[in-house]
């Protein structure tokens, strides 16, 4: 069997307000923390949708339209870089599972 | 207040329906409050329910054409991998085909809207048919204290009143900490993220190659070389025409070794005995959830204050000592103990933790708070490098010399065993081993 990238399995996700292009972010990376005084990145390794990713200089960025609402980063940061909420169902993002 | 409930229950999971369908069942006025499209829309699990609470909420469940679970244990397996090996424990028995089951296999999504419609029907044949509610697509943004004791809660502009509020939101417990039962910071230290992909096959392949009877299933864990030297394991179960194939991956350990969740799970599935079990199937849905290893130490202090009991994962209740990974039928007991301690208030019209604290003690004494404390040394060696490296390798490389035949005398079993202990790890520490596992198990 073929083994699937990320961006094939994040694919396969049911988002919700897909068709929007202005979404509201349900959480909130202070990366100036991350970049500055954070001593692990954690984030950057333990993310299942890897919506934060270290470039090439090691500097953090974040994107939440991946985002799968699994709550990984919520426990991961420990630096008070994350501000985590649960998407908005009209106005947010976030999974409608179909198997769950 | 004329639109009071007795009850708010935040969250349409396993704890928050359970605890939905005892207040139904005893006329108590709620409103459960889900913010996925249905319940189950935004919950995602391994996922095994283990024992037979169902029964309770749901009796004769077995009986229903096509009920919301997938398939019913009767064939259980775990798994010693190495790198090209896997040494199994394995566990089949008609005893198992026997109602109530022990275990059902559940994908959310579907389980949890056929509970919750389970739920309706139950509000429909009570007192308060027109006035208790299972409300859906509604984010729950802050539960109301007035004098440190929750009378309600605030979405939006929206506000609704309640004597009570049963807290099941889920591991991502942002309520639990609001009201202050949890710290703001959890170490992640003791939690782990599960990933999980949905695998396809044609029904008859699936059961065939499972060898699967009618509704029969079969739960498979794995430990050793499936987490690629992360701390965690990987578990395997069979839907109706799929499986769920996962990992759990402890954070700190992904963190210090630089590897990605999902890297991980291809190195799982790369493995020649997984390979070959999945041959032939599609991919359907790839999903995750953070959990709690079990630790107690990530738990709350307590699950109760005025006007307000914690249930399910809110409470980080989730443990996995090395037979099962436990977490949703901890989620259905707690629901169940918080609706009764609800259903006692109302009798006594008083919620403050006077009469609330019983729930503590229900937990207490209920098989939840007795596992949990009763293992803790279970889950500490369960995660400890020898348990987690040094005893899969060496099972495999045992069992590949007892079960290599060639044409030259054949050692006894007890010099195989002391070669394999040797090249992976020492007597002294599987002595060690054994004297604590005896203890803890």
């Given at each position: ?21 202005e ?72 999974v ?5 | ?24 069942r ?52 775990l ?49 308060y ?57 959890v170490?992640?230290?003791?939690m ?12 008859s ?5 499972f ?86 130490r ?15 994962e ?24 918080a ?20 729930y ?30 040094k ?32 090249r ?11 004297i ?6």
């Amino acid at each position: 069997m073929k083994l699937l990238k990320l961006s094939e399995q994040l694919g396969l996700v049911n988002y919700r307000n897909q068709a929007k292009s202005e979404i509201k972010p349900h959480i909130i990376v202070d990366t100036d923390i991350c970049n500055s005084t954070c001593p692990h990145k954690c984030t950057t390794w333990v993310c299942p949708a890897n919506c934060y990713t270290m470039d090439e200089t090691g500097q953090v960025h974040f994107q939440v339209e991946d985002c799968i609402e699994c709550g990984t980063c919520m426990y991961a940061c420990d630096q008070g870089a994350v501000d985590w909420n649960y998407p908005d169902p009209e106005i947010g993002r976030g999974v409608n599972w179909n198997f769950g | 207040m004329e639109d009071k409930f007795d009850c708010i229950v935040i969250g349409g999971g396993v704890a928050g329906l359970a605890a939905a369908m005892i207040l139904a069942r005893n006329n108590v006025k709620f409103m459960l409050i889900e913010r996925g499209e249905f319940a189950g829309a935004k919950n995602v699990s391994g996922g095994v329910l283990w024992g037979s609470d169902l029964a309770k909420l749901v009796p004769n469940y077995w009986k229903e054409e096509d009920g919301g679970w997938e398939r019913y244990i009767n064939h259980r397996r775990l798994t010693f991998m190495d790198e090209q090996s896997t040494f199994s424990l394995d566990f089949k028995s008609s005893h198992f085909n026997e109602t109530p089951y022990t275990g059902v296999v559940v994908l959310r999504s579907k389980f949890d809207n056929w509970l919750s419609g389970k739920v309706q029907e139950a509000i429909d044949a009570s007192e308060y048919p027109m006035d208790s509610f299972i409300a859906t697509d509604i984010k729950v943004d802050e539960v109301l204290l007035e004098h440190d004791k929750a009378v309600g809660i605030k979405t939006g502009e929206d506000e609704f009143y309640a004597d009570s509020v049963i807290i099941a939101e889920g591991v991502n417990n942002l309520l639990t900490r609001q009201v202050g039962l949890q710290d703001k910071y959890v170490p992640a230290d003791h939690m782990l993220t599960g990933i999980k992909e949905i695998i396809r096959f044609d029904q008859s392949v699936l059961e065939d190659r499972f060898q699967l009877n009618g509704l029969s299933g079969m739960s498979n864990e794995f430990v050793g070389w499936a987490t690629n030297g992360i701390e965690g394991g990987g578990f395997l179960y069979t839907n109706r025409d799929t499986i769920s194939l996962g990992l759990v991956l402890g954070l700190k350990d992904l963190r210090e070794k630089q590897q990605k969740p999902y890297d991980v799970l291809n190195h799982f599935k790369s493995h020649p005995t997984i390979a070959d079990t999945i041959k032939g199937g599609e991919v359907v849905e790839y999903s995750a959830h953070v959990v709690s290893s079990g630790d107690s130490r990530v738990m709350p202090k307590q699950l109760y204050k005025d006007g307000i009991l914690l249930a399910g994962e809110a409470a980080n209740l989730l443990m996995n000592a090395g037979k099962a990974i436990q977490g949703m039928d901890y989620a259905m007991r707690s629901g169940i103990l918080a609706a009764e301690t609800i259903v006692e208030a109302k009798a006594k019209n008083d919620y403050t933790s006077t009469t609330l604290k019983s729930y503590r003690t229900k937990m207490d004494e209920s098989y939840i708070m007795k596992d949990i404390r009763g293992f803790q040394n279970a889950v500490h060696l369960l995660h400890t490098d020898t348990m987690q490296h040094k005893v899969p390798n060496l099972v495999c490389d045992f069992g590949r010399q007892f079960f290599t035949i060639k044409n030259e005398p054949t050692p006894k079993s007890r010099q195989m065993l002391r070669g394999a202990i040797k090249r992976h790890a020492s007597l002294w520490e599987l002595a060690k081993l054994g004297i604590k596992a005896g203890k803890s198990l």
